[in-house]
């Protein structure tokens, strides 16, 4: 339904606002009164322009009127690209289920793209019981309309109780304008997800006010209840083949002359630093004082087959690039092996490296945070430990 609201009694039927609507979603109907097709996404660029103060859009944060009781179940965006699932969406079912099982409710999966059905598989072989697929041309690339509308319509019909999106680029695009168009909550970056006993309520856990305190943010009144989650957060699940499932068939609620954005041409970026997937990081931190001290860090990666991360302050001196950074506005990491040269471990520092397997710290002071949660410590200047490691690396891996 479309958000403008048009008073008919009013309306003259001058047709400026049909100059100005940006997404073409206003026409004159046989009675010459304005209306609004699905495409009007409430912009509001219209109101202004009417003379006669006809046209009118929701209060904002206005309460819409629907009974929490009437939403049921947890539902998961499965992000994919060329056919290709997102390691992220899987770490998203691995979440849903676990709340889903909590819940004793279903966990559903959507997928939304073109020629799918390999994926829709496999998320049922993720823990998924059902998958909704919407397979059409207009969603095999990525944009926010055609997808967003397509997920809102199918909220509408189903009503999940919670839905879980993973916080990458695309992600964070889409809840966000699917939270919208639903009139609901979303908490973006959550930490953590639990149901909370008694309200059942979805507990979303995110670090808050520059990381020094965790938020755990309730959204009682409105659903669904979202939430994004930054990949490697959690865990992969494992992939059991053998689970079976529903699946059922969607339809897109934009044909494609409706869609405002035109995909000319894609060029995929080469970026040659994933420290993401990394499963041997060794990152430099001011401690390492300017971009030559990131050459004992590189030698160390090396040896070890790994990649270079960095802290915020290193990339901040322009040191190295923001492609290495970790942490709360960098990558979240998780790999088997985090080595932390020079870095303190502040709180934004360890919201994207605590979950790694084995950390190791070398600092020269004894105090530093990042102690507190490593599993080896090394209290020493890096510029002598940390080429005595290398050293001795080569040694042991004849390099
Ligand atoms: C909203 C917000 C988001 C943020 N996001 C991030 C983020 O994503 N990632 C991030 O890293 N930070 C982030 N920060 C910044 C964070 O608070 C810290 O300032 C930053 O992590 C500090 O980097 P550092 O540990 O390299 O530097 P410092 O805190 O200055 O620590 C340098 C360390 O090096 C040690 N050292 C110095 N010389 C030597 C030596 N020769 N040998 C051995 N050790 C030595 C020192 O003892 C010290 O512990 C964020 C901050 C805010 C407010």
């Given at each position: 339904?479309?958000?403008?609201?048009?008073?008919?009694?009013?309306?003259?039927?001058?047709?400026?606002?049909?100059?100005?609507?940006?997404?073409?979603?206003?026409?004159?109907?046989?009675?010459?009164?304005?209306?609004?097709?699905?495409?009007?996404?409430?912009?509001?660029?219209?109101?202004?322009?009417?003379?006669?103060?006809?046209?009118?859009?929701?209060?904002?944060g206005?309460?819409?009127?629907?009974?929490t009781?009437?939403y049921?179940?947890v539902?998961v965006?499965?992000?994919?690209?060329?056919?290709?699932?997102?390691?992220?969406?899987?770490e998203m079912?691995g979440q849903g289920?676990r709340l889903a099982d909590t819940r004793?409710a279903?966990?559903?999966?959507?997928?939304?793209?073109?020629?799918?059905?390999?994926?829709?598989?496999?998320?049922?072989?993720?823990?998924?019981?059902?998958?909704?697929?919407?397979?059409?041309?207009?969603?095999?690339?990525?944009?926010?309309?055609?997808?967003?509308?397509?997920?809102?319509?199918?909220?509408?019909?189903?009503?999940p109780e919670i839905f879980l999106l993973g916080a990458?680029?695309?992600?964070r695009?889409?809840a966000g304008?699917?939270a919208?168009?639903?009139?609901t909550g979303l908490t973006a970056d959550c930490t953590g997800l639990e149901i909370e006993e008694g309200s059942n309520l979805l507990l979303q856990i995110r670090p808050a006010f520059g990381g020094n305190i965790m938020a755990t943010i309730k959204c009682p009144d409105y659903r669904p209840q979202m939430a994004t989650v930054r990949?490697?957060v959690f865990?992969?699940?494992?992939?059991?083949?053998?689970?079976?499932?529903?699946?059922?068939?969607?339809?897109?609620?934009?044909?494609?002359?409706?869609?405002?954005?035109?995909?000319?041409?894609?060029?995929?970026?080469?970026?040659?630093?994933?420290?993401?997937?990394?499963?041997?990081?060794?990152?430099?931190?001011?401690?390492?004082?300017?971009?030559?001290?990131?050459?004992?860090?590189?030698?160390?990666?090396?040896?070890?087959?790994?990649?270079?991360?960095?802290?915020?302050?290193?990339?901040?001196?322009?040191?190295?690039?923001?492609?290495?950074?970790?942490g709360q506005t960098?990558?979240t990491?998780?790999?088997?092996?985090?080595?932390?040269?020079?870095?303190?471990?502040?709180i934004q520092?360890q919201a994207g490296?605590r979950t790694?397997?084995?950390?190791?710290?070398?600092?020269?002071?004894?105090?530093?945070?990042?102690?507190?949660?490593?599993?080896?410590?090394?209290?020493?200047?890096?510029?002598?430990?940390?080429?005595?490691?290398?050293?001795?690396?080569?040694?042991?891996?004849?390099?």
């Amino acid at each position: 339904m479309a958000l403008l609201k048009v008073d008919r009694e009013t309306c003259t039927g001058c047709g400026l606002c049909l100059q100005v609507c940006p997404f073409g979603a206003l026409t004159l109907d046989n009675e010459n009164i304005i209306v609004a097709s699905e495409a009007c996404n409430g912009c509001g660029a219209c109101v202004p322009e009417c003379p006669s103060g006809s046209l009118s859009l929701p209060e904002p944060g206005k309460k819409p009127e629907i009974n929490t009781k009437d939403y049921s179940g947890v539902w998961v965006w499965v992000e994919q690209c060329d056919g290709k699932a997102a390691s992220i969406s899987w770490e998203m079912i691995g979440q849903g289920r676990r709340l889903a099982d909590t819940r004793g409710a279903d966990l559903t999966a959507c997928v939304l793209g073109y020629q799918t059905e390999a994926i829709a598989q496999e998320a049922m072989a993720y823990g998924a019981d059902r998958v909704m697929v919407v397979d059409d041309p207009t969603l095999k690339i990525y944009r926010t309309d055609p997808y967003a509308r397509c997920l809102v319509e199918l909220v509408k019909q189903y009503r999940p109780e919670i839905f879980l999106l993973g916080a990458s680029t695309r992600g964070r695009d889409l809840a966000g304008a699917v939270a919208t168009y639903l009139y609901t909550g979303l908490t973006a970056d959550c930490t953590g997800l639990e149901i909370e006993e008694g309200s059942n309520l979805l507990l979303q856990i995110r670090p808050a006010f520059g990381g020094n305190i965790m938020a755990t943010i309730k959204c009682p009144d409105y659903r669904p209840q979202m939430a994004t989650v930054r990949h490697h957060v959690f865990e992969m699940p494992q992939s059991d083949k053998s689970r079976q499932g529903q699946v059922i068939q969607g339809k897109p609620v934009m044909p494609e002359e409706e869609i405002a954005t035109k995909v000319l041409d894609l060029i995929v970026e080469k970026n040659e630093v994933n420290i993401a997937d990394a499963k041997i990081i060794v990152s430099g931190g001011r401690g390492v004082k300017g971009p030559e001290g990131f050459g004992i860090i590189h030698e160390l990666a090396d040896v070890l087959g790994g990649a270079v991360g960095a802290s915020r302050a290193a990339v901040d001196s322009g040191w190295i690039s923001y492609a290495h950074q970790v942490g709360q506005t960098g990558r979240t990491v998780r790999p088997d092996l985090y080595i932390a040269c020079g870095i303190s471990g502040a709180i934004q520092h360890q919201a994207g490296m605590r979950t790694s397997k084995i950390i190791v710290a070398i600092n020269k002071d004894p105090e530093a945070p990042i102690f507190q949660i490593a599993d080896y410590g090394i209290v020493g200047d890096l510029f002598a430990v940390v080429p005595a490691l290398t050293k001795a690396l080569k040694k042991r891996l004849n390099k």
